[in-house]
């Protein structure tokens, strides 16, 4: 079956597969997964570990190729783009956001946050006000020069939001962002990503085991090995 991809939707995924090969056998991380997320969701995945959700978020960001299927995002397939156009698409497009931070030691705040834009051609100063405007958007004016060790997990988690900001994406994809995070700085986190969609108009898509989630987002879907499990909306 070939469908196009439909106007309205932000990202429309057909039948995701990606397999791995693991020895003799192979695995199917994903087996066959349909959806679409209009622009403007706060959409939620959920799903036993193992299930496939962190696959997803990595094929959606383009940071994986899938082993078959489509992901057409503004129409664009980016299973279908070369190393080049899916590094651009990236940059562009796409704000990582990580359980783990995976901010870089010896650079402080500030540096992280504008590391992304050595790529994107605009002068240092430009950035550099760029990257303050966010640090300071995610309550860290008074921390751009401390480097990572010298923060707490949340900050740390507020530096790697604002990284994912830098490029104006308007998709933010985040990976177990509360994960590592008490329970108090994991409510503040979700209150930032709740405001980057309420306020900015920003695509979420959270991957989360905490149950205070629902309370933030439009939609939930849940994977089952691989698959799309019977969605309660
Ligand atoms: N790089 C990889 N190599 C081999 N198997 C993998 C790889 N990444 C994920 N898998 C397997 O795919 C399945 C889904 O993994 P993952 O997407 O990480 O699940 P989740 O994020 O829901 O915990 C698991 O069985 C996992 O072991
Ligand atoms: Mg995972």
């Known amino acids: 079956m070939t469908t196009t991809p439909r106007a309205d939707a932000l990202i429309q995924i057909e039948d995701l597969r990606r397999e791995f090969q693991m020895g003799t056998e192979v695995v199917a991380a994903l087996d066959g997964v349909t959806i679409e997320v209009a622009e403007g969701d706060f959409l939620s995945v959920m799903g036993p570990s193992g299930s496939g959700k962190s696959t997803l978020l990595y094929l959606i960001g383009g940071l994986d190729r899938p082993t078959d299927g489509h992901i057409w995002v503004r129409g664009q397939d980016i299973a279908a783009l070369d190393e080049n156009a899916l590094a651009h698409y990236r940059r562009q497009e796409v704000g990582f956001v990580f359980q783990s931070f995976n901010l870089i030691p010896t650079m402080t705040a500030l540096e ?122």
């Open 112 to 233: 992280n946050v504008m590391f992304p834009t050595i790529f994107a051609g605009v002068p240092h100063t430009q950035r550099a006000d760029r990257a303050r405007r966010l640090l300071r958007l995610v309550g860290l004016a008074d921390r751009m020069e401390h480097r990572p060790t010298e923060l707490s997990g949340g900050q740390q988690q507020r530096v790697a939001i604002a990284r994912a900001l830098v490029n104006d994406p308007s998709i933010i994809l985040a990976d177990e962002p509360t994960g590592n995070l008490d329970s108090h700085t994991g409510g503040e986190v979700m209150e930032l990503l709740s405001q980057l969609n309420q306020d900015e108009g920003r695509t979420v898509v959270i991957v989360s085991h905490d149950a205070r989630v629902a309370e933030f987002v439009s939609r939930t879907m849940h994977l089952l090995d691989g698959r799309v499990a019977t969605s309660p909306d």
